[in-house]
């Protein structure tokens, strides 16, 4: 049986406004704020502080955030705790503690409390578990990435190595004490291939590029300058300047520093401006894949250039008298007009627009493997040189009447250059899903200052990712969340469902938890970041996606060890080929109608034995399933579901039943009113206003649901003018209560009309029975203490599920749905 899911299921915490009542005030002792901040007991002595032992915990039973946050809140009241950050993706728990106040055992007993399993894991593990993400440029088969593949796992302290075709990017699986990234880079540049670290795999060490007006590409003492002003900031891990570009690239602890503070660093140094480096511009993935789509765009439009030519010269224009008359002009000898204008017009085809295959096929050829730019090499040089030893002969004989194959060299590597073209084309599609996960993140936030007594001095707009841990962000309504944290002053709902998938607002206030990308709906929130950077949540389930998308699926495993002996095999078939037409020919095994008559029996055997080579290209065996997978579970992440790589796809096929989590996956997340009945005489308007007067002063759903469908009965439906509810009551999960023109109104559930002694007429008891039956929700209405009418709710589907609605309501399916 398989689950689909959104992002995450609802908070196991979440309880709806209809449910809660009103929220008890937070003590001081439930506070996060001592969780998340670094903290130290008071009495703890100077040598202590110095002593700060990590412990990494397996947790297990994680299901999404708010339960993340939950741990965390937890352990973060234990005394002694530095630091606490759980990765619920990766069901991992990370704790900061000094050991004089706290132990292994205990921070382990407390996520156990608040009902998560949680086991030890060495710390020697945890290192060895080291991620290390690069990119590779220059693959062009799974050939190329499995020769990568093969010299990583060969580096001591190496677990595991994927390369993916696909993505260009290899995910390297090691230990940092054994060895560094540095030397993986220096394995992938050996055999061949240019390599690019995208991240080094550690969690507490950001990456930040910065734009420096003012660097000096003549004068070395400037750069030295910036490197030495950056390098004795604490936390700084490594600095790389690129005079050329104005940019300035450093790897550094997010605990320790931050962008703002490089920033100020540069500009006090001299006369420097520094910025964050623009989005798009900084050799980021997109840059990249945009860099490379120019690129062949431009070699297959100069490549048209020299090949239509050559082709009308040889297929279309000596079948036209006047001009084919030119065309057989005799230059030397035998040598003629055309055969001259063809090997001028292939020859920047063949040797300056495919040099990138002629590289390739040297640096594969060098380090023992064949790949497709060897078949394209073989292939095209085989025409082409076939070809110049005719025009040769022609131009040294007078009786020599061969053919040329100019136009099938310049005609392959134009088509290739195109399917390549198509293929870039294909791969930048394929990040466009997490291009939108990144774009959740707002661009801009407000940064707050404070005082020591917590009051703001002043307000700063800022970039986003120049945020840094313990800042203070300013909220508004309708904005999104520019980090992970908890709310250090306000309340609001804030739209989780992102991230969760639950499409109902939460209710935010002092102490609680915010994810970073959802969205603030109404009131003003103050919010400490906690996570920045490939901390926050919203990362982590980016790295999820990519790492699904490196995954590869059993089959794909299947057509890469294909690979790797596919090239050697299309050679030897291809010799064969010309080899068995040639010997045919020869003993006339064949009738001579068969032979063009441009053509000799070798030249025959010879095109046959190209073509062959030429149409076995591998590229389209390693990179079918890839590319796949990549689409799948990119379009997947856009929908909000995340799907753990090729194999739970390839998977899919098995699947008997599906269930769904309907609320906010299969629903759009905003009841509305279907169904009105009324059990006493009364206008539906006058119904309606009293119970939209009650119900106004409530946050839930179905609340809303009743107010909005009231507004149909007004005449200002912008700005509607309720009666005034005195008295307001809301009933911990049963409903609410309220006096209205002086009526006592009761709006709920059958429990609650059942706790208020109020009887439920059978006419009633049916309404609310066919209501569920169609997976609605039943609201009882009491005016004055008698059942007044019956409402049904219902969350419409989505746009685009139709069809599943439609099979949800045939009879005969074994498909089962509740509310």
Known sequence: MATTKSLAPAPASYICSRCWGHLSPITPDQNPISMAAKRQPRDMSPKENKVVAKALFSVDGMTCSPSAGAIEKAVGRLPGIHEAMVDFLNNRAQVLYYPSFVDEETIRETIEHVGFQATLINDERSNADQVCKIHINGMTCTSCSSTIESALQAIPGVQKAQVALATEEAEVHHNPNTVSYKKLLQAIEDVGFEAILISTGDDN?????????????????????????????????????????????????????????????????????????????????????????????????????????????????????????????????????????????????????????????????????????????????????????????????????????????????????????LEVLAKRKTSDAIAKLMDLTPDTATLLALDDGGNVVSEQEIDSRLIQKNDTIKVIPGAKVAADGYVLWGESHVN?????????????????????????????????????????????????????QMAKAPVQKFADKISKYFVPIVIMLSFSTWFAWFLAGKLHSYPNSWIPSSMSRFELALQFGISVMVIACPCALGLATPTAVMVGTGVGASQGVLIKGGQALESAHKVNRIIFDKTGTLTAGKPVVVNTQILKNMVLREFYVLIAAAEANSEHPLAKAIVEHAKGFIEDKENPAWPEARDFISVTGHGVKAIVENKEIIVGNKSLMLDQSIAIPLEAEDMLAKAEGMAQTGILISIERELAGVVAISDPLKPGKLELKLLLQKPNQRIKHRK
């Open 205 to 421: 060490i950001s990456k930040i590029e910065l734009k420096v007006d003012g660097l000096d590409t003549d004068h070395d003492h400037t750069v030295g300058m910036i490197e030495k002003s950056l390098q004795s900031l604490p936390g700084v891990q490594e600095i790389v300047i690129y005079p050329e570009l104005n940019k300035v690239s450093i790897s550094y602890m997010q605990d320790m520093t931050g962008p703002r503070i490089f920033i100020s660093v540069i500009e006090s140094t001299g006369n420097f401006k520094a910025m964050l480096y623009p989005k798009g511009k900084g050799g980021g993935r997109e840059a990249r894949r945009q860099e490379e789509v120019k690129q062949y765009y431009k070699f297959f439009l100069w490549s048209m250039v020299f090949t239509v030519p050559v082709f009308l010269i040889s297929m279309v224009l000596m079948y036209i008298p006047g001009i084919k008359h030119v065309l057989d002009i005799k230059v030397v000898n035998m040598l003629s007009v055309g055969m001259v204008l063809k090997w001028e017009l292939s020859t920047p085809v063949q040797f300056i627009i495919g040099r990138r295959f002629y590289m390739g096929a040297y640096k594969s050829l060098r380090h023992g493997s064949a790949n497709m730019d060897v078949l394209i090499v073989l292939g095209t040089n085989a025409a082409y040189f076939y070809s110049v030893y005719s025009c040769l002969r022609a131009a040294y004989s007078k009786a020599f009447n061969g053919t040329d194959f100019f136009e099938t060299s310049s005609m392959l590597i134009s088509f290739i250059l195109l399917g390549k073209y």
């Open 496 to 548: 989780e469902s992102m991230i969760t998938g639950e499409a109902r607002p939460v209710g935010k206030r002092k102490g609680d938890m915010v994810i970073g990308g959802t969205v603030n709906e109404n009131g003003v929130l103050y919010i400490r970041a906690t996570r920045v950077g490939s901390e926050s949540a919203l990362s982590q389930i980016i790295r999820l996606v990519e790492s699904a």
